[in-house]
């Protein structure tokens, strides 16, 4: 019999053995991808296949640097924030449960690992890349100037995610997770390699008030936060798959975008330029107007991307794509003022 779930209804789940009741097989997935800490098992359920992340407090970094410490992806599904994303995506949990009392959370989704981008260094497609920033700008358009119950994890928060202070953190802890050492090194590489840079964003990095605040005279929406390929696939129908809903909340629409930008840098089929522009005219075919505040938006969030990941374009020497970021960092930063 085809177990209900496959379906995507909502429903409260009291705990863990509610939300598998009916398993038949629990397999652990041991070489599984992942840089949070997260562990996936498959799960067989009415004869469908699902995938169970076990997003756990003392093993997941970015949950802790989240502040989410119930897990963001289970209080967007209490809110059913999930069930109301546009129809051109495919997201594919379809149960989630608390843990334990002091934190983590469960999520049952449906298997679809056919579907993601391939783990290569290939570029992708322009198709696909053109795809996934419609379906951006269509996500950004229905939740445009949301109210605070999507506000999830904070602004604040997400800024801090990639910064010195989370590395230290997490080296008080003995965490052995690779992400944060890394964060620990590269911050002090960026002074070395990009001085012009590291004297903007990395303050901003150990305190990213100035740039919030900046960022909340603009226009806000409902953002997802982490849409790097290794989170995105595209489904038989055209649907864009989104995975990791564990950084989502209230933000600048074009925070998405630059996360985008940096992140998913060396496989993107099309300039940045370009790409900002497509987005911008998709955001304007859903019937958002640009005009009053894009270019201020635009260049605060480029320079935030860079107080994300300035740790992480050291470590590529000062190249096109390092000059690149300083060179809008730099021109963003008298916007602090």
């Known amino acids: 019999m085809r177990d209900p779930r496959a379906a995507g209804a909502w429903r409260r789940y009291g705990d863990v053995a509610e939300l598998l009741a009916g398993a038949t097989e629990r397999t652990v997935l041991a070489e599984a991808p992942g840089k949070s800490g997260a562990t996936l098992e498959r799960v067989v359920i009415g004869g469908q296949d699902y995938v169970l992340k076990h997003l756990d407090l003392a093993q997941d970094w970015t949950m802790r640097a989240s502040g989410c410490l119930r897990g963001a992806p289970l ?39 056919p579907w993601l981008v391939p783990a290569t260094d290939a ?19 229905e939740f445009w100037e949301c109210g605070p119950e999507f506000d999830v994890v904070p602004v604040m ?32 590489l960026l ?5 012009a840079a590291a004297a903007v964003v990395t303050p901003l990095a150990h305190d990213p008030g100035p740039l919030v605040e900046a960022l909340a005279a603009t226009p806000h929406t409902f953002v997802h936060s982490n849409w790097k390929l290794d989170n ?28 985008y930008l940096a ?36 260049a ?5 991307a860079l107080v994300l990941f300035g740790w992480e374009k050291a470590f590529g020497g000062y190249d096109e794509e390092l000059a690149w970021w300083e060179e809008n960092a730099v021109r963003a930063a008298a916007l602090l003022n």
């Open 232 to 259: 995105l696939g595209t489904d038989d129908a055209g649907r864009t798959v989104l995975l990791d809903w564990e950084q989502p909340g209230c933000g600048a629409p074009l925070s998405d975008l630059a996360w």
């Open 75 to 113: 209080v967007l599904w209490e809110r059913g924030i999930l069930s109301r994303l546009p129809e051109c995506f495919n997201q594919p949990i379809v149960g989630a449960a608390a843990t334990t009392s002091a934190g983590g959370c469960a999520l049952l989704m449906r298997d679809v690992t």
């Open 123 to 141: 570029p992708i497609t322009l198709d696909a890349h053109a795809r996934f920033l419609r379906h951006m700008a269509a996500l950004h358009a």
């Open 191 to 195: 002074a070395q390699v990009a001085p």
């Open 300 to 304: 605060l969030c480029l320079l935030g």
């Open 157 to 188: 928060h997400r800024y801090l995610e990639l910064s010195p202070w989370m590395a230290t953190a997490e080296a008080s802890v003995g965490s052995a997770h690779l992400v944060p050492r890394l964060v620990a090194k590269g911050w002090p």
């Open 263 to 298: 992140i998913n840098c060396r496989r993107l089929p099309q300039a940045k330029e370009a790409s900002i522009t497509a987005y911008r005219e998709a955001l304007e075919s859903c019937g958002i107007d640009t005009g009053p505040w894009w270019e201020r938006q635009l």
